[in-house]
């Protein structure tokens, strides 16, 4: 009964990060992962149906965003094309190389998300020691990985992959010391599942390519290891044990997740985004004869006044509203917040591909599918929760055998198509 209610609730929690993931393609970089992380948060808080939940939902959107969005300094454009190459060991590097990077990810959203819930009165996360930590660990390893070893990943790209390792393993010492365990088990399968979906989701994207059929099969990959990452996340936070805290949130501790989520995380998306000059060759590839510079104005503007706009109703609502020293956030309210906030992201990714105008951008309209089905089921599930601790061991072996199936799909994706555009190979 249990896995019943728990596989089609930790589906919905997928299906969110998912779409907020594919959606994160048209920006990139660490703030369009980190709007896209917050989703992954939202959405096991809104199945979880907790009071206790609601009253931080705020807080546990930020730590994934920060996890999530921290990730994405890492470089993997030249590993995906290790993974578009015709010999084995490239290929397989290719797809071992992006296993990690997507891991990289989950861990620290998961992890940071899980840290973030077993954050109570009686075992307060000490988060200034925290950041700290994994600052240094992150400056530490990349000196000692890239600077003095030279193991270089992706060159001549970044190699802020081994920051993310530095201060992922930072991460889990912290958790250790703190007994953080259901936190360790968050951080664990969601690794798992962003690892395994941005390789399969490459493997995907190169099968797709070899179909010939007409789709943004970049954007399959980007889904894909959303859909994992949020299907990992989402497992491990159900399956584990947390406490209960307090089911009132002091007001003034509102102002701030609320300021960085609604506020400063989109506009560093609408400043490095919505540049002209990407606006003006957009319109003009498939509107030669529109006037894209007076269009890239209107979107422009219309995309900052969307900021502005939704982010004082929401502060309005949720913070200079209510008047009284304490806040009581109910499902309502976290549910209207997390569509209404989706919503927003979905219209940003419209505008920015001018999909508004042209047909030429199918999966831009599947967001919107996508977000009507999670609006529909996510209030109709409530997975149960279970406490199955930590088993380093089946884990171990479920890593060989993610291991063995990466190489499986690799000996088909090569055997399946010749040279192709954007292959790369890291060894001859």
């Given at each position: ?8 609730g ?7 990060l ?47 965003a ?86 270089l ?86 399956t584990?044990?947390?406490p ?115 047909l030429y951008?199918?999966?831009q ?64």
């Amino acid at each position: 009964m249990k896995n019943q209610k728990l596989l089609p609730g930790i589906f919905i929690a997928a299906m969110s990060l998912a779409t907020a993931w594919a959606i994160r393609g048209q920006f990139g970089h660490e703030q369009g992962a980190a709007w896209a992380g917050s989703f992954g948060a939202i959405s096991i808080v809104l199945l979880a149906k907790r009071q206790d939940w609601y009253a931080k939902i705020f807080q546990l959107a930020l730590a994934s965003a920060a996890g999530w969005g921290v990730a994405g300094m890492a470089s993997y454009g030249l590993v995906v094309g290790y993974g578009r190459s015709t010999e084995f060991g490239n290929a397989y590097y290719g797809l071992l190389m992006l296993f990690i990077i997507g891991g990289l990810f989950g861990l620290l959203g998961g992890g940071l998300f899980g840290i973030a819930l077993g954050d109570s009165n009686e075992k307060p996360v000490k988060w200034y020691n925290l950041i700290v930590e994994m600052t240094i660990g992150g400056i530490i390893f990349y000196y000692l990985l890239v600077e003095e070893f030279g193991w270089l990943m992706t060159p001549p790209r970044g190699e802020y992959w081994a920051t993310c390792l530095g201060m992922t393993i930072a991460m889990f010492w912290y958790m250790i010391r703190q007994k953080q365990y259901s936190a360790i088990r968050v951080a664990i399968f969601a690794g798992f599942g962003a690892g395994f979906g941005f390789a399969f989701g490459n493997f995907l994207q190169i099968m797709g390519h070899v179909s010939e059929i007409k789709f943004n099969f970049w954007n399959v990959m980007e889904y894909s290891i959303g859909f994992f990452g949020g299907l990992g996340m989402a497992y491990g936070t159900f399956t584990s044990e947390w406490p209960v805290t307090e089911i009132k949130t002091k007001r003034n501790k509102l102002i701030a997740p609320l300021l960085i989520l609604t506020l400063i995380i989109p506009f560093f998306v609408w400043d490095q985004s919505f540049e002209t000059k990407r606006l003006v060759e957009t319109i003009q590839s498939f509107a030669p004869l529109a006037d894209a510079t007076g269009i890239t104005k209107s979107v422009q503007w219309v995309a900052l006044l969307l900021i502005i706009i939704t982010s004082g109703y929401w502060l309005y609502i949720l913070y200079f509203k209510n008047k009284e020293n304490t806040i009581t956030i109910g499902y309502q309210e976290a549910n209207r917040f997390f569509l209404g906030h989706l919503g927003l992201y979905t219209i940003y990714s419209i505008l920015i591909t001018c999909a508004f105008m042209s047909l030429y951008r199918i999966e831009q309209y599947l967001y919107i599918i996508n977000v009507l089905i999670i609006g529909f089921f996510i209030g109709k599930f409530q997975p149960g929760f279970t406490n199955r601790g930590l088993n380093f061991s089946r884990w171990a072996i479920n890593f060989i055998f993610l291991l063995a199936f990466i190489a499986l799909i690799v000996v088909v994706a090569i055997s399946s198509h010749g040279e192709l555009k954007g292959a790369h190979n890291r060894f001859e």
